[in-house]
């Protein structure tokens, strides 16, 4: 190990971007090992046997304001141009038997015209524009602090339908058990501008998240090992770090889970993890079979009509995502969507941690890792489940440049 100045667990944003920065700005030599047999995280896309770029751990779609994290992350990939929008999909409690209405998220004013119809929903749309002004984004407290009874009551209609409901699924937890601070937040956006985000820079990777990942890691300084557990080969004792037995005097830099760093020493911490069921959908010509494992649709090259349907009431998975409309691959008559089902993290094999629980019990136990972590001065957390925190991707990235450029000495 003498070889190497630096450690990196973890192949995805976090470990990726750290190794290539420290390898190229720091000309340090980095061995980065990862567990699973491919790079990426998360974020790890591959084409499944019918081309369609899928992202095998659920949908990622980049979006940031921050100037530095777009201008790093393009020197690497061009970007599709991507503009994510959501629909919420729910029964139709008012309409006819079996039919059912699909609006933005987050609820807009074309949304406000779907729920209640064309004039109804632009009558309170105007109110609200009247009391809060045009194009800003008013939080659910905001509307039911209000003193008008119709605004109160429209905020109660959103938070049951578009909100509650989705998130019980999302979190498995009562009404009473969200966190009042969370349900606050959310937001209504005056405005028909129904993109799911407003910032700056948004897209995917023309090429795909894998080639991204696949050169920020191709520099002479860098070592990947992947298919490697790496918490095998990991030890601590006295304060020093120890690898394959021998001490590591380097820099560590941890994205894995803290509570298994330290095999669970004060309990583990508690996650939501996640299924998909993939389904690949094909146009059946007259005459013909459908291909084994696929589904027949009945016409056009789409399953639904946007990247991204949530389904807030009345099934049991809370989203289905169609990747071609988010790759914008040309693909005629093939189509692969993914429905999401949210349950409780076990550590099954196979299973993925993905959201931290965070309240303030968990805080508390995540910070008993923290501090014996900090024992160690050369070790690093870094990552959603390193720091037990919900990270956007640019949020990572941002974070892994800030940590290069303190291990760098700015």
Known sequence: ????????????????????????????????????????????????????????????????????????????????GYQHRVAANIPDE????????????????????????????????????AVYAAEKKVTILELRQSSDPEISALADYIYDHVFVRYTMKQWGQRPEDIDPDTTARVP??????????????????????TPLFEKILAHPNITVETGCEALKRLTFAGGAVLLDGQPFSGEVIFTGQADELFGFRFGPLPYRTLDFEFETWVERLPG?????????????DFYQTHGTVNYTVDR??????????MTLQD????????????????????????????NAENNALYGKYAALAAQYPRLHLLGRLAEYKYYNMDAIVARALALTDVLLGG
């Not at 990862?34 to 779609?61: C, F, K, M, S, T």
């Not at 494992?293 to 056009?300: K, N, Q």
């Open 1 to 80: 190990m003498s070889q190497y100045d630096c450690l990196v667990i973890g192949a995805g944003f976090a470990g990726a971007v750290t190794a290539g920065e420290l390898a190229r700005r720091g000309n340090k030599k980095v061995l980065v090992l990862e567990r699973r047999d491919h790079i990426g995280g998360n974020a790890y896309d591959r084409p499944d046997r019918y081309g369609v770029l899928i992202h095998q751990y659920g949908p990622h779609i980049f979006h940031t304001n921050d100037q530095r994290v777009f201008d790093y992350l393009s020197q690497y990939t061009a970007w599709n």
């Open 94 to 129: 008012a309409g006819t038997p079996g039919q059912r209405l699909q609006y933005p998220v987050p609820f807009n004013l074309t949304s406000l015209e779907t729920a209640f119809g064309r004039e109804e929903g632009k009558r309170l749309g105007d109110k609200l524009i």
């Open 188 to 209: 209504i956006f005056l405005s028909r501008d129904d993109r799911y985000f407003q910032d700056k820079y948004q897209g995917l990777p023309t090429e795909g998240y």
């Open 288 to 300: 013909q079979l459908t291909p084994q494992g696929c589904v027949a649709m009945s016409e056009g």
């Open 316 to 325: 049991p998975y809370t989203r289905i995502t169609e990747f071609k409309r």
């Open 331 to 358: 693909l005629p008559g093939v189509t692969t969507i993914v429905k999401e089902f949210s349950k409780p993290y076990s550590a099954a094999p196979g299973e993925i941690p993905y959201y931290a629980i965070i």
